[in-house]
Every structure is written in structure tokens, then in C-alpha cells.
């Protein structure tokens, strides 16, 4: 009985991550419900699907909205989806195949620059932002493995990082250049850091830091206001720069923790035209 609780509680945690991951995208559903005069229901998230499509937004979009909307559906108000209903969604996603909705398929990302101006803008910067955007840039983190990151987890001796891949559930062990573990090493003696200390955290006003894991929100507006765009471009800069180097997708892959080659090639490499250029 107590085993069984215990997995209730895990259940009930995990529902309520999600709830409060899609809580924005339940609130816009039900302010369109309300103005297209259709039920908070799966009948009005067809409808809902459908305004998604006509009004130009990305086949990413809707399979965002479709998720959200369904989550709350069924776990908040308790509606069930049937297999008729999965099937008239599935059929409305198929709309991005007609050829006035085609190119809505399309994504576009962030595009990678040139390391060498993106290092000579991070030289710039304080040594707690230099330590911080260097390190991005190098272990090509993405922003939800950047705030979990704590010193502990830094081995400075052996130039690595231990980082906590959260999509795919698995600690993956990247590597550090000379150059960004002296500028942690600078970042920790100006701070007084220790092995608890997040690699992030957070500073007032005054410069003063407290260990704290920031959110994914707060920290992509930190390298905005830092770089002047996201950090993932700082990924997507060095997938990019080590290609044109000479790597390997496997290598690629190690150090940047991708899990499938096809994601790199498909949507990090064939961003960067530079590659191109050369054989023109």
C-alpha cells in the first residue's frame, strides 16, 4: 500500500510539471474558446487546431498547442480522448502537407555565427559572463543543462563537465578547452565559489552571487543581455565550428550530446551556408 502511494505521488508530481509547463498555452486556448464561442473541449481544440492553420502558424505550433490543450483536457478535467478523436487530429495535422500550408512545415532557428567574432564578443565581458558564455559556447550546452550545471560537476584537472542530458535522462561527459577553465578558475576566485556553488546562479544588483538554479528564462535573457542573441546560437556555433574543423558527426555528437547524427546534420549544419561558400 505504502510502494503504491509512493508511485500515486511520483504520478501526480510528474502531471503537475506538466500542467505548469503548459499552463500559457491552456489560458490562450480558452480566451479563443471564448471568443470563437466553441466549448473548452476536444471538439473546440479541433477548432482550436484548425485557427492554428489558417492563420500561418508552424506545424510546431500545433503540435505544441495540440499537446498542452490535450494535457489539460484529460488531466484537469478529466475528459477522455477516443481513438476517433486522435484520428480527426492526426488528419488535421496533415494540412501542413497541402501546398498553401506547406512551407509552415519549415523551422527556422537560431543561426550559427563565427566562433572567432562570437569568442571576441565573450572577451569582453565581466569574468563571471566570460566563464559563463565561454563554457556554453565550448560544451555546447543547451540553456536547461546550463542552469543545473554546479561546480562539482566540473573536473578543471581533466578539462571536463558532467552534464545532466534531461531529454534523454543520462549524465554525458563533455570537454573544456584551456581557455574556459582558466576563465572559471578566474570566475570562482572572483566569487569565492565551491563545488555547490551553480555554475550560473544568480547576482543582484550589488554583484553579490547566491547558488541558486536559475530558470531556462531568466538565463537565455542573461546571454541576450550579454551577446545580443540566444544561447542557442552559442550551440549551434560550435556544432557548426567544429564541422567546418574537420569533426565527424560521432564526434560532433559526443561532445554536443546529441543522440541522433540526422538532428545535427538536418537542423545545426545546414544552417551555417559558410561550409558552402568555401567551394564556390
Known sequence: MIASRKVDTKIKEQIEKKSKMYAGDFERFKKYAATAG???SFAGLESYLVHTVETGLKLNTFNRRSASVKHFLVNELGLAETDEQKQRIGLLRQMYNDVEHVEQKQVSGQVAQSKDEVIALIEKLDVRAKAIALFNLVTACRPS?????????????NCSVKVYLKKQKEWHTR???????NAIKDYIKAYGLDGESYLVGKVNKGNKYTSVQVSDIAYRKSIHKWLGFAPYTLRKTQVSAMHEAGADLATIAKQSGHKNLETINKHYLSVNDRTIDRYL
Open 38 to 40: 466553441v466549448d473548452v
Open 145 to 157: 543543462e546550463m542552469v543545473t550545471i554546479q561546480l562539482k560537476h566540473i573536473d578543471l584537472k
Open 175 to 181: 570537454r573544456l578547452t584551456l581557455e574556459c577553465v
